[in-house]
């Protein structure tokens, strides 16, 4: 099994700033692509940004969040600037890679998610 846990959302002020972590732990072999997704109330989950070989991120981010990795901690960290009213919603982490089991399996697993408020 792969746990994925997420931390750091919040309230706070259109404009202002919020550190979004996510730590994956279990008998990981290898993460390939780590990254957030976003879902407010009444609207389908979205993805915000991914970390693989490269950075891709959702166009209404893009310039105001970063997405970096600690890959020997197999840690993500989403970085939000500039922040909007828009951009309430419950954030969710996932991780994709190979696990040990009897030999490697596949794992995709997701955290329970943490809420992000922005104010007006």
């Known amino acids: 099994q792969v746990q994925v846990v997420e931390s750091g959302g919040g309230l706070v002020q259109a404009g202002g700033s919020l550190r979004l972590s996510c730590a994956a732990s279990?008998?990981?072999?290898?993460?390939?692509?780590m990254g957030w997704y976003r879902q407010a109330p009444g609207k389908q989950r979205e993805l915000v940004a991914s970390?693989?070989?490269?950075?891709k991120y959702a166009d209404s981010v893009k310039g105001r969040f970063t997405i970096s990795r600690d890959n020997a901690k197999n840690t993500v960290y989403l970085e939000m600037n500039s922040l909007k009213p828009e951009d309430t919603a419950v954030y969710y982490c996932?991780?994709?890679?190979?696990?040990?089991?009897?030999?490697?399996?596949?794992?995709?697993?997701w955290g329970q998610g943490t809420q992000v408020t922005v104010s007006s």
């Open positions: 996932n991780a994709q890679g190979w696990m040990r089991s009897t030999g490697l399996r596949a794992f995709d697993s």
């Open positions: 970390s693989d070989v490269r950075t």
């Open positions: 279990g008998s990981i072999s290898s993460i390939n692509v």
